[in-house]
């Protein structure tokens, strides 16, 4: 099939921050990207949730990533993290910290301050062109729609709140198996979830744990609105070629905990590369980004094998370090040492070969 053609019109699915991404980055290129997206907004199918650009996995800092991948980064609206309290059964409240954030908060929405309008604001812009309520057609050449397979769950709820602004970590079963839970209080809008296995034996119910937990320190928590969605942890099988899959579609994300945005700009950015016969270009990029996700990849599986104890040791180790977000970032090195590990694990799972 041909899916380019010499218009230079090229179809994206999805308007995520993956098809975003492609679509600022092809438009750069010296194309005509449409973005087909099923929802009647841009951000429509977020929940005004907070979530965190994380800064360890890459090492460029959050304005040349941005650069990179086609936004300026000054005109998004986030709430830089660096320092914040971790739970355990364990150890009484850790207090984390570091000179440099840890994260970068941005709220995932539609509305004004939220980061996918934000994206969609500097690719409308751009006059790159959306289709919005309309599902893309079968001759897309980037797929950016989005997990199908589920092996992760994360339910939540946001509210209102008169705390000062704060970020607290809740590790344990009890709180997420084989995940962890958080709190992000920041302007009055708070956001409590718990990212966990799915386990068909242990009916727990996590968010009412964490409002329990919270109500015995003294955060009173009122009810506020439910969001609940899923994830994937298996790595996808395929070279990087037409239709090009890109973000959650393609697997492009940190396995040990979820982070996914960054990976998904990226893969954006490769996506277009390729398209504009920048192979090489795209494939150092995605060189660099599949080896964080088979590190990430060895990361969870230890991590799933933790106990309560164990995961509360990990914690302690972090918070009595000089640097913590130099001991998360090594955690992300692709060493010898996690060469010979992936090694001999691979072949029980998909890998994406470049
Ligand atoms: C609750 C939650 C918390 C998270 N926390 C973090 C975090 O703190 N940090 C982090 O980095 N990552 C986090 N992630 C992961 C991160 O949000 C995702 O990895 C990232 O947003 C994936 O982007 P995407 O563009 O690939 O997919 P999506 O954001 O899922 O976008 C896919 C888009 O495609 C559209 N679509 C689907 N099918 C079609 C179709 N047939 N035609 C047209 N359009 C279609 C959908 O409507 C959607 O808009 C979190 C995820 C969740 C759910």
């Known amino acids: 099939m041909n899916y380019l053609h010499n218009s230079k019109s090229i ?12 679509a600022i980055s092809l438009k750069k290129l010296g194309y005509n990207p449409i973005v087909f997206e099923k929802c009647s907004a841009i951000g429509e199918n977020r929940h005004g949730d907070y979530e965190g650009l994380e800064n360890w996995i890459f090492s460029t800092s959050m304005n040349s990533f941005f650069n990179q991948v086609g936004f ?33 908060m941005v709220k995932r929405g539609r509305n004004n301050q939220d980061f996918d309008n934000q994206l969609f604001d500097q690719c409308k812009d751009m006059n790159i062109q959306f289709e919005l309520g309309t599902k893309a057609p079968k001759d897309s050449s980037i797929i950016a729609t989005g997990t199908k ?28 198996l084989k995940g962890y839970a958080y709190l992000i209080i920041i302007n009055g809008h708070a956001t409590l979830a718990s990212a ?31 969001f609940g969605s899923r994830g994937s942890f298996s790595l996808p099988f395929g070279n990087f070629k037409l239709p090009y899959l890109i973000g959650e579609s393609g697997g492009y994300q940190d396995y040990l905990f ?81 060469l010979v590990r992936w090694k001999k694990i691979n072949k029980n799972y998909e890998i994406r070969p470049t």
């Open 11 to 22: 179809k994206i699915a999805g308007g995520g921050v993956a098809g975003l991404s492609a």
């Open 72 to 104: 300026d980064f000054n005109k998004i609206t986030t709430f830089p993290i660096s320092k914040f309290t971790v739970h355990t059964k364990t150890f009484s409240p850790l207090n984390i910290s570091s000179k440099k954030p840890f994260f970068y």
């Open 149 to 176: 397979k589920a092996a992760a769950y994360i339910r939540g709820i946001n509210f209102k709140s008169s705390l000062n602004d704060q970020v607290h970590l809740l590790l344990g079963h009890q709180f997420a």
């Open 196 to 226: 966990f296995k799915k386990n068909k034996r242990k009916n727990i119910d996590n968010i009412q744990n964490c409002l329990k937990y919270f109500q015995s320190i003294g955060i009173d928590i009122v009810d506020g609105k439910e």
């Open 258 to 338: 979820g982070f996914g945005m960054r990976m998904s700009m990226i893969s954006g950015l490769a996506a277009a590369l390729s398209i504009a016969s920048k192979k090489k270009e795209a494939l150092a990029l995605l060189s660099d980004v599949n080896k964080k996700r088979r590190v990430s990849f060895i990361n969870r599986l230890f991590y799933e094998r933790l106990n309560n104890y164990q995961l509360a040791s990990f914690a302690n180790k972090i918070a009595n370090v000089d640097n913590p977000l130099s001991v998360l970032s090594s955690a992300y090195k692709w060493d010898i040492k996690n």
